[in-house]
């Protein structure tokens, strides 16, 4: 564990939200020792979300309706990037896979190296195992993201990412749904700053296996890069 934690002021964490009223108060929690600046974008969320978002202390952007995770991420960044002082962005998913320990290790590596984007990776250790048609699936992914823009990387679909406000200032997503995770490596790659990836842990945990999303947003990964 990162302890104790500095809190990073510089640094704002973007939490797309949609429907995660039982986990993203621990989220957050678990986030704000580290980086007191989180901003969930609740993304038309029916079942409390929002409220509980809040409380728990987060800075709260709504949509009234469910746009997708690409326009909320979008509107997070917009966010982040009209705050003063906010010189990072950090991308983290509100179902609890990401660990915070890898997002401030990411934020200080992006710090050391000068890098202005570090795309966390599942793939460059052996701490996640995603399951075996997951793995061949995301992998697919990361083919096709390879063979259609400059990035070369070794997990194309990862949400955790760390940009600094430079390269997140040229992201303009359209993709709403899923295969807005290939059009941000596209769009990142074409600002030319420099870029590295990171080893980072997912947490499959019981909840999110619950909701399906272990192979099901996989599968709904490679639809949308086939159909756009």
Known sequence: MTNPATP?????????LYNEATVIAGVIEGVLPHFPNI???????????????RRAGAHIVEHPINLGQGAALQTGIEYALAQPGCEYIVTFDADGQHRIDDAV????????????????SRFLDDRTNPGWMKRVILKTAVWVTNMTTSVKLTD????????RADAASRLQLKQDRMAHATEIVLQLGETGLPWIEHPVELLYTDYSKSKGQSVLNSVNILVDLLVR
């Open 156 to 163: 194309a679909h990862n949400g955790l990412r760390v940009i």
């Open 39 to 53: 901003v969930c974008i609740d993304d038309g969320s029916t079942d409390g979300s929002l409220e509980v978002a």
């Open 105 to 120: 290790a990411m934020v200080a590596a992006a710090r050391a190296s000068g890098a202005a984007i570090v795309f966390g």
């Open 8 to 16: 990073d002021p510089h640094t704002w964490v973007v939490v797309p």
